[in-house]
């Protein structure tokens, strides 16, 4: 039963997504917050529940990535409502979304990218000083700061795809940095 | 040892470059003015308001200056709108009322329509209306405002500070009314509360 617990929390982060969008667009903001804590917790507690409880599993990793999206899309979607965030965003973490998945899926070995693997957990940063501070001006500074973070973040990935598609041209190349991959 | 130090540099180096960019976005996006052609709505009307207000990023901003003016045209005004800008009224004495609008940033009015409240010539016992618009606390940045207009001379009439993520109305908003239909109907409603002077 307790090996199911990482999925179960993965899960119920799914299904809390729309909750957190109808609360954010009543205006219920208390709770709203409350509801991202508890979102949030259970992203930081399901990857080290996961691998202490030895049941990490590629089926798993895809659910936490699912319910990150979930969450990501339905809570900017929320403030996209409200024009606290503009639409366009989504379509970005959409795009965003659809290269990661692309470029891991055409990759010949994992590739190792340290700035991409820290973007779900910028967009939840963002939702979240969203939810406790909500002032324009802080809006304006989180939307250029996704946005600089994503054309980085897409820069990094093509980078690590041409020197992992080089080195596996060239086997002489050394691979000894190819650790922690996303 | 190396590998670490080398990837806390390239975290140290994305987080610096995205402040820098996010910082010097922020500082374009809160500081441009839009300069458009000054309108005329209601040709016909009584007397003449001047509305001069700053467009935020969202359409708000505009939602919520649209509202207020069409409560000025219900009950009569001949309304000339403009965006803060160069084309915007520098003496305003002729008008029978002048309205300021612009969105909050930093729990203060956008610094364009505070430039303009501060440089504005002939305001000297005008009646003067505010029309701010933000996301969350408004209530320091529609004091400041209201200080602003008062230091030009100004004599406010009506002052408004509607939210996007506060209810505007806690009553309407428990009956059912989305926060942002009640934002323009007081608006609205703030408009129509001032009547223009019989001919």
């Not at chain 1, 990490?56 to 895809?62: I, Q």
């Not at chain 2, 965006?83 to 609008?101: N, S, W």
């Not at chain 2, 329509?113 to 606390?137: E, F």
Request: glycine residues 8%; hydrophobic residues 50%; proline residues 5%.
């Amino acid at each position: 039963m307790i090996r199911h617990l990482p999925s179960a929390l993965s899960s119920a982060r799914l299904a809390a997504a729309p909750a957190l969008a109808l609360l954010i667009v009543r205006n219920h903001w208390t709770a709203a917050l409350a509801c991202f804590a508890c979102i949030a917790a259970s992203d930081l507690l399901d990857g080290p529940l996961a691998r202490a409880l030895h049941v990490a599993s590629p089926r798993g990793a895809r659910l936490d990535i699912a319910a990150d999206l979930g969450v990501v899309l339905c809570g900017f979607g929320a403030f996209a409502i409200l024009s606290v965030y503009p639409w366009w965003l989504l379509l970005v973490f959409g795009a965003m979304f659809a290269q990661f998945v692309i470029t891991s899926r055409h990759a010949r070995r994992p590739i190792y990218d340290p700035i991409g693997k820290y973007y779900g957990a910028v967009l939840f940063a963002v939702l979240g000083v969203t939810l406790a501070v909500r002032d324009g001006g802080l809006i304006i500074a989180l939307t250029s700061a996704v946005l600089a973070f994503t054309v980085i973040a897409i820069a990094s990935r093509m980078f690590r795809l041409l020197r992992a598609g080089r080195r596996d041209a060239d086997p002489a190349l050394p691979r000894h940095h190819l650790s922690g991959y996303s | 040892m190396r590998v670490k130090l080398r990837r806390l540099l390239q975290i140290l180096g994305v987080v610096l470059a995205v402040l820098v960019i996010a910082g010097a976005a922020t500082m374009y996006a809160t500081n441009r003015t839009h300069d458009t052609p000054l309108l005329v709505v209601n040709q016909s009307g009584r007397a003449t308001a001047l509305v001069v207000y700053q467009p935020g990023l969202s359409a708000f901003q505009q939602e919520m200056t649209d509202a207020f003016l069409d409560g000025l045209v219900d009950v009569g005004w001949r309304v000339e709108v403009t965006t803060v800008g160069d084309r915007a009224p520098q003496y305003v004495a002729p008008y029978g009322l002048v309205v300021f609008g612009g969105p909050v940033y930093w729990s203060s009015p956008a610094r364009p329509l505070r430039r303009y409240i501060a440089q504005v010539k002939g305001l000297h016992d005008m009646p003067t209306a505010i029309v701010l618009t933000g996301l969350g606390s408004v209530k320091g940045a529609k004091a400041e405002a209201e200080h602003l207009v008062r230091a030009a001379g100004g004599a406010i009439v009506a002052s408004l500070a509607l939210t996007i993520m506060r209810p505007n109305d806690e009553e309407a908003m428990r009956a059912g009314e989305r926060n942002r239909v009640t934002a323009a109907r007081l608006a609205r409603e703030a408009g129509r509360q001032i009547t223009p002077p019989a001919r």
